[in-house]
């Protein structure tokens, strides 16, 4: 059975690495540093040479070190409870995970293999198994595809990277688990549902392989079909703007998904491709933690791209805040069900795990009109009600 089931999670750890113990035994967080790798994951010192013998995944500068780390805090105020033996257990998967990930698990017992196997399948297969079902089920979702019934239905995946959700090389090689053919096993039910002739599945950005991967795949039907669904596939390697969408190879998008774009980093900008997808197209976005979903969600709300936080965020920031009067079943902020169960650690604090696209957050975009209008909006309002930044600690 798999580690992670057996636990009984409903959630997995996600940030365990216990930054108030790192912050006051004289750790400092500076960009860059790896905490947990490059320092002990304790105290901050740059010369950690004692692993934790049992996953061999965090490094400590000392066995007090290891200590502090592993002995649960004693304040209930501190959640992180930093190297714990539930954190032990899913760090060791990761290391069975990516033996049969590279290939090099000769060797290893058949009852590790086994689960390390599924956990690996189960990540990759969580992509098409995500985007299929939740754009499905989803009710921001229903009013494109049933416009589109009948005919052809145009999905982009923006800021695609290879190694996601354009995988190769599923550990399963005799079952000849390609990537678009999982996408086509699992937009089925869609492509009956709604009597599709077509679904248009576009794979966009930089990171796109050099060479564009152009393929039709026959949706396997599960009713008796006269015309089965052709699932059109692509890849282009190019930044995601209104002049793609302008240009003659590109429809403008019913349905726009994001794999983990994370909105917020630094070194990719996201406003030029946002900006591009018209108003009121749907979206889905996953990402690998809670905290991550949540930033990404403030990232779409302050840069205007969507009217109002996702139902389910909306109280986790603001508890105290008067439920919406309008009941909004149009947007959403949750778990998603589809996500696969390996577990990862996180590289830049050691002791925080995730899994890929564990958070879903979807409803529809505002498209960039209505965002020139809302923003000036905004502006006025804040400098006529004489709020200015000094007295309004929230503007601060
Ligand atoms: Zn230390
Ligand atoms: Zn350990």
């Known amino acids: 059975m ?23 035994s004289g750790g400092e967080l500076v960009e860059d540093v790896k905490v947990g790798f490059d ?3 304790a105290c901050g010192n740059s010369n950690p040479k004692i692993y934790c013998q049992a996953c061999k995944r965090v490094k400590y500068c000392s066995d007090a070190c290891k200590k502090k780390d592993t002995t649960p805090p004693d304040d209930d105020e501190e959640q992180a ?24 698990d000769k060797g290893m017992p058949e009852a590790k293999r086994t689960p390390a196997f599924d956990r690996v399948a189960s990540e990759m297969e969580s992509y098409p198994a995500t985007l299929a079902n939740i754009i499905f089920e989803g009710p921001c979702f229903q009013e494109k595809l049933q416009k589109n019934s009948g005919g052809e239905v145009e999905i982009h995946v923006i800021g695609t990277s290879p190694d996601s959700e354009l995988w190769e090389g599923h550990p399963d090689s005799s079952q000849e688990k390609k990537v678009f053919k999982c996408y086509a096993e699992a937009l089925s039910e869609m492509a009956d549902r709604f009597k599709f002739e077509s679904i248009q599945l576009k794979f966009i950005g930089p990171e796109c ?33 209104k002049s793609l969408l302008n240009g003659k190879h590109f429809n403008c998008p019913d349905i726009v998904v994001f794999f983990n774009p ?33 930033a990404d969600a403030q990232y779409l709300m302050e840069n205007s791209f969507i009217a109002h936080l996702p139902e389910g965020l909306a109280h986790i920031l603001e508890p105290d805040a008067p ?44 498209g960039s009109e209505s965002k020139e209008s809302k923003t000036s909006k905004k502006r006025q309002k804040v400098t006529g009600s004489g709020n200015t930044k000094k007295n309004n600690p929230a503007l601060i």
């Not at 057996?6 to 365990?16: A, K, R």
């Open 81 to 104: 409870l930093g190297h714990s033996s539930i954190v032990c257990t899913l760090l060791r998967t990761c290391n069975d995970d990516e033996l049969v990930e590279g290939k090099e």
């Open 323 to 366: 439920r919406t009067e309008i009941e909004d079943n149009e947007t959403f902020f949750s778990i998603n069900p589809f996500s696969g169960e390996r577990v990862r650690q996180s590289g830049t604090m050691a002791n925080d795990l995730y899994v890929k696209s564990r958070w879903i957050l979807g409803g529809k975009l505002l």
């Open 262 to 294: 994370g909105f917020t980093c630094p070194d990719y900008t996201w406003e030029e491709a946002v900006s591009a997808i018209p108003g009121g197209t749907p979206y889905l976005v996953t990402t690998n933690t809670e905290l991550e979903g949540i």
């Open 2 to 24: 798999d580690v992670v089931r057996s636990l009984g999670l409903e959630d997995v750890p996600e940030q365990q690495t216990r930054i108030g113990l790192f912050l006051s």
């Open 209 to 241: 392989p050099k060479i564009d991967m152009v393929d039709t795949i026959l949706i396997p039907s599960m009713k008796n079909r006269k015309i089965k669904c052709k699932l059109n596939v692509m890849t282009k390697r190019v930044n995601y703007s």
């Open 39 to 41: 320092v002990c994951v």
